[in-house]
């Protein structure tokens, strides 16, 4: 079965800061990875995907993630962060693309940015 | 577009009473859509597996007596959490699969429930 681990459980930075959240999957087959925030209080919402192509991918507000398929890691990462990015942050794998593949969630990253 | 919605938000219920949890898809039809629990400060754990049309599949661990889901249509999931007991206190999440984006799953914002 596949597994995800987050090495980072809570991190603390200060604004400016530049991030790196660590992201480990154990499946030998193709992936397709997912990176979710949770912001205090609001659903899951997808910060980026990678499927195929392109190893490095860009989501939204300025976060992008490494797919390293020799490391099986998926890592985020943001230059400068906000205090408007302390969430929770989740890596997720799912196997395939069809309908009833499941996605297995890492244990979460909560990020605080002081201000 | 892909928007998912639950209802209610928060319930909070007596011991040993029964409670239904709402998912819909609401501008996508979904023939899969998924039930995951989440405990304070915790990762999302899966529940169970809701097909259109057919039984849910449950993932180990998970009684299917007291969780009982229903997908009727295409755009609705219920979960029903039967004779419930203060353990089953949790943070309940649905997700859908948007079948014309690789069934990305899409999730709804969660239904807090509370057994007293």
């Known amino acids: 079965a596949q597994s995800v681990s987050q090495h980072n459980h809570h991190v603390i930075l200060s604004e400016a800061a530049s991030l790196e959240l660590g992201c480990n999957y154990s499946?030998?087959?193709?992936?397709?990875l997912f990176w979710y925030v949770q912001y205090p209080g609001q659903h899951l919402q997808l910060l980026l995907k990678?499927?195929?192509?392109?190893?490095l991918v860009k989501g939204i507000k300025g976060f992008e993630a490494e797919f390293i398929k020799s490391k099986f890691s998926f890592n985020l990462r943001k230059p400068s962060v906000q205090w408007s990015d302390t969430a929770e942050y989740f890596c997720a794998v799912k196997k395939g693309k069809s309908s009833g593949d499941k996605l297995t969630f890492g244990t979460g990253t909560r990020l605080a940015v002081r201000p | 577009g892909a928007v998912v919605s639950q209802h209610p938000s928060r319930v909070i219920c007596k011991s040993g009473t029964s409670v239904k949890i709402e998912c819909r898809s609401l501008d996508f039809q979904a023939t899969t859509m998924f039930w995951y629990r989440q405990f304070p400060k915790q990762s999302l754990m899966l529940m169970a597996t809701?097909?259109?049309?057919?039984?849910?599949?449950?993932e180990q661990g998970v009684e299917k007596d007291k969780f009982l889901i229903n997908h009727a249509s295409l755009t609705l999931s219920t979960l029903t959490v039967t004779s419930a007991h203060p353990e089953d206190s949790s943070f309940y999440i649905c997700?859908?699969?948007?079948?014309?984006?690789?069934?990305?799953?899409?999730f709804g914002p969660g239904t807090r429930l509370t057994v007293t």
């Open positions: 990678y499927f195929s192509g392109d190893p």
């Open positions: 809701s097909n259109e049309g057919s039984k849910a599949t449950y």
């Open positions: 997700s859908a699969g948007e079948p014309t984006r690789f069934h990305e799953q899409y």
């Open positions: 499946y030998g087959g193709t992936v397709n």
